[in-house]
T-cell receptor
């Protein structure tokens, strides 16, 4: 357990509305990530952060923005939700284990855009 | 272009027998490989990993084998138990001192029958 929580755990929203998902960690990890999981695609990286106010794009960043104003919180925002953003969203942290960094995931947020 | 491939969407084995899950990759820069296990409605959980400088890593019932020349890795579970029934994701990364971005396969659903 890497002390990661996500909120909300479930959300239904309408097309065109803004949505913010929150990832909270309690162990002062520097690196944080947002992924989405879709059937037939595995997990795909949306954005990641390597420190407060330091973020970068991942593989599927279009339509998403992120912010990290505190070490413990990493927010994912859908400015104007679309049906293609219906997915399960996972937050992850990276931590050094032995000689390599490994990622540990939160419980996920199921988002439905109608 | 899929850099990490899990060509078997599903696998069914009998309790007590060996489960072998396979994964192929195309990017020769990958130097760290991980397996994650995922139950429904939960986040992926780290299972086992292997560095490219090794060809085998063992942890209890789980062993990962890496064949760099073939760009292939496999996860062996012996003996398989009903509680091992889950989706297994293979992931790969390039070591970057913490900001590693994981590339995931699409997953293999393992069913262990009592």
């Amino acid at each position: 357990d890497a002390g990661i929580t996500q909120s909300p755990r479930h959300k239904v929203t309408e097309t065109g509305t803004p949505v913010t998902l929150r990832c909270h960690q309690t162990e002062n990890h520097r690196y944080m990530y947002w992924y989405r999981q879709d059937p037939g695609h595995g997990l795909r990286l949306i954005h990641y952060s390597y420190g407060v106010k330091d973020t970068d794009k991942g593989e599927v960043s279009d339509g998403y923005s992120v912010s990290r104003s505190k070490t413990e919180d990493f927010l994912l925002t859908l400015e104007s939700a679309t049906s293609s953003q219906t997915s399960v969203y996972f937050c992850a942290i990276s931590t050094l284990r032995g000689t390599a960094y490994e990622q540990y995931f939160g419980p996920g947020t199921r988002l439905t855009v109608t | 272009d899929q850099q990490v491939k899990q060509n078997s969407p599903s696998l069914s084995v009998q309790e007590g027998r060996i489960s072998i899950l396979n994964c192929d990759y195309t990017n020769s820069m990958f130097d760290y490989f991980l397996w994650y296990k995922k139950y429904p409605a939960e986040g992926p959980t780290f299972l086992i990993s292997i560095s490219s400088i090794k060809d085998k890593n063992e942890d209890g019932r789980f062993t990962v084998f890496l064949n760099k020349s073939a760009k292939h890795l496999s996860l062996h579970i012996v003996p398989s138990q009903p509680g091992d029934s889950a989706v297994y994701f293979c992931a790969a990364s390039v070591t970057q001192g913490g900001s590693e971005k994981l590339v995931f396969g699409k997953g293999t659903k393992l069913t262990v029958n009592p």
